[in-house]
């Protein structure tokens, strides 16, 4: 005996000892009892079959599929602000190696300033040099060819001083002048 | 024989040659004679070279050579002769040489040392302080 043949049969009795009071009435509108408390039961134990084997894994399905969603949700955001804290830091290495850029720039041309106003100024040095030295080469040649005038003037005079000597000196003169100069010798 | 004692040897002939410390044409010849027996051809060379340039230093110290512009007295020859035998210590006689080209004045040299007293030296030296 099945439990179901076991509650049809109180639900036999039971609906007997009830025909007698409320079904006449719910008789009247084609309702049967019996029936009625069969097919509740079925009801309840498709619910429960139901509930138990299809709508709990579902509902156990969905809420993994909530969590999984809520957690690639978490995940997104993370990686969203993994990116925002990434693009940050990105911008921020950008900026530094944009400020490492423009300061070596500015040591580049402070540097090539500098080469240039060092060059300038060894250029002027050698300049002052080169203007020095001409000078000089120029005072000495000026020099050389004073000293090299006087002394071909002095040549001339002595030479034509001699010329006139030897024309104007007699021997007499020259007896007398070799005289003195025994004496300056003997003094 | 080497050169050192080349030196010596003429040397050595050169004092055999000095009579009373002036050189003796007699001892000369004596001592020329006495080399030519004594020595070989290629011996004698070198020791004759140096014993003439020895004995023509000691008559260049014995001689004072007078370089003159215009006539020069025997007098005044002596009497510059007299003065360097004074100061040298030796006698010194006079060897007088006519040159115009001393212009005035005269040169004398004895030995190794030269006296200048001309016209032409005056010329000179002036022509050197004005260059």
């Known amino acids: ?187 | 024989m080497s050169a050192a004692s080349v030196r010596a040897e003429a040397k050595r002939l050169l004092a055999l040659s000095l009579e009373g410390g002036v050189v003796s044409s007699e001892l000369v010849g004596a001592v020329l004679a006495a080399l030519t027996k004594s020595r070989s051809a290629h011996q004698l060379r070198p020791l004759l070279r140096a014993y003439l340039t020895n004995v023509r230093r000691e008559l260049a110290r014995g001689e004072a050579r007078i370089e003159h512009a215009g006539p020069l007295s025997s007098a005044d020859a002596d009497a510059i002769a007299a003065h360097f035998s004074k100061a040298l210590g030796r006698p010194v006689r006079p060897v007088a040489r006519r040159n115009d080209a001393l212009l005035a004045g005269f040169r004398v040299r004895v030995a190794d040392d030269v006296t200048d007293l001309s016209a032409a030296l005056r010329l000179a030296n002036l022509a050197k302080s004005l260059s």
């Open chain 1, 1 to 187: 005996m099945t439990f179901l043949s076991l509650v049809l049969a109180a639900e036999t009795v039971h609906a007997e000892k009830a025909h007698e009071s409320v079904w006449p009435i719910v008789g009247s509108f084609g309702v049967d009892g019996p029936h009625l408390l069969v097919q509740l039961v079925n009801f309840a134990i498709l619910a429960f079959i139901l509930h138990r084997f299809a709508i709990k894994p579902a509902l156990g399905q969905m809420e993994e599929r909530n969590r999984l969603i809520e957690k690639g949700l978490a995940d997104a955001q993370a990686a969203t602000q993994r990116l925002a804290e990434a693009q940050k830091a990105s911008d921020a290495k950008l900026n530094a190696a944009s400020d490492e850029a423009a300061k070596i720039l500015a040591d580049a041309r402070n540097a090539a300033k500098a080469a240039v106003e060092a060059a300038k100024a060894e250029a002027t040095a050698a300049q002052t040099e080169v203007i020095a030295k001409a000078k000089a080469a120029i005072e000495a040649d000026r020099v050389k060819m004073m000293n090299e005038v006087r002394g071909e003037v002095s040549r001339l005079v002595v030479e034509t001083a001699a010329k006139v000597l030897e024309q104007n000196l007699d021997d007499a003169t020259r007896g007398r002048l070799n005289e003195a100069a025994v004496k300056q010798l003997a003094r």
